[in-house]
Every structure is written in C-alpha cells, then in structure tokens.
C-alpha cells in the first residue's frame, strides 16, 4: 500500500444525535492541529511560551502543536474538527471528518494486509483517538461492528470483522451517494467537494516523505484493493 491522504470517521452516541442532526450537516467534535502556521513572527511568540504538561503551546487562549523534522519546526493551530453527518441510524450519527486531518499510510510495510491487522487501524484507534478527543468525548463515540466484505470488484479477500471506534470508509460508503458521493470508483470522484476549494489547504501534513494535494491521490478505505 502506497501512503495517501486519508479522511477519518467515527460514530457519536445519543448525546449529539438527540440534537435533531440531519443528513449534510456538520457537527464539531474533538480537536485537532490543523491549520499551519507559516508566518516566522507568529511562530516565534509561539515558541516563546511555556510548553503545557500535554506538550503544546498556548498564544491568547489558542493552543498549538509543534512537529520537529530533521531540521525544520512546524506549527499548527488545534482547531476544533468539523464532522459531516453521512447516515442517521436510530440513536447514531455515522460521520466523516470534513477536511483532511492528517497524513499516514495504511499499512506500515508493503505486505498485503487487510483493515484487521493494517497499523492505520491500531494508530486511529489508539495515537489519533486519544489525541483528538478527551476521555469524556471519548465515552461519547460508540463501538462500532465494522463489516470488512470482500472487495466488490475483484473478490479480494477483506478479512475478519472488527469493532473499532474509529476506522476509514468502506469502498461502498465511498461510492454510496446518499452520504453525497458519486456511485463511481473514480479516484477523483472520493472527493465530496473540489480540491481547488479553500477546504483543502494544508492541514497537518508536515511529513517531507509524504505525497500531499496532487489530483492522483485516492482516499483510503477499509476495503481491500484488487
């Protein structure tokens, strides 16, 4: 597996469902460093300051996060994340993060793999869960039965079932156009809104290594590939 963008989704309990959400709407929920800080002046008042106990930094009631790579220091602003309302089932909001919230391959090795031992499944619900969300909104996300079918086109094996609180759409939710995609496998057509639209700026992809905003990149999904 190639290392791509991804968008994250998980599932949020009565507490928010109850809120009268719809189908489209957008919902705020955890936090996480998103906007980059490029202004050198800005930076370095940033810097300044003391780190907090959780290793960020605090500039006029904002939090910040700081990434050191080889020789360079990235800043970005922990910005609260936008979920957009895909399904409503009984008591559940099914969700997808609206913007691109970071950078990681699917599997950390070349080998074949599916979504039940891939390392971006144990990194989402372990280094990402516990980053974005606090041990309240924690309670807040469901468990959710995660059905890894076979690959629809080519028969791929999809592996064992899961439950996780938090995992990558299914090739069939990607192409399901009443979460508002196009029933087509199109690389480019994984995209809800257009990649030129201010939406998709650079949202914490500091890593050098990484591909970032190029028009070939497909999203990861849970569905193995042929």
Known sequence: RRQ???CIRDSITTAQAAGGYKVGDTIYFGSYPQRQIDDIHTKARILEQTRNDDGTYT???TRYFRVDEGTSTFIFEI??????????????LYVLSEFILDSKPYHTSDDAITWADSSIRK????????????STEKLKINVTHVKNGDNPESGTDG?????????????????????????ST?????????LS????ETRFTYHTDYSHFNYDICLLYTSPSP
């Not at 910005?79 to 559940?92: C, G, H, K, N, Q």
């Not at 199109?186 to 257009?194: A, E, P, Q, S």
Request: proline fraction near 1%.
């Open 197 to 200: 639209s201010a939406g998709f």
């Open 123 to 134: 990194w989402l619900n372990s280094e990402f869960i516990n980053h974005a969300f606090t």
């Open 79 to 92: 910005e609260t994340i936008a979920w957009r309302v895909l399904a409503i089932d009984s008591e559940e």
């Open 59 to 61: 500039l006029n009631g």
């Open 4 to 6: 791509r963008q991804m």
């Open 159 to 183: 592996g064992q079932d899961t439950f996780d609180k938090v995992f990558l759409p299914s090739l069939s939710d990607m192409t399901d156009e009443s979460m508002g995609f196009r029933n």
């Open 186 to 194: 199109n690389c480019l057509n994984f995209y809800r809104r257009d």
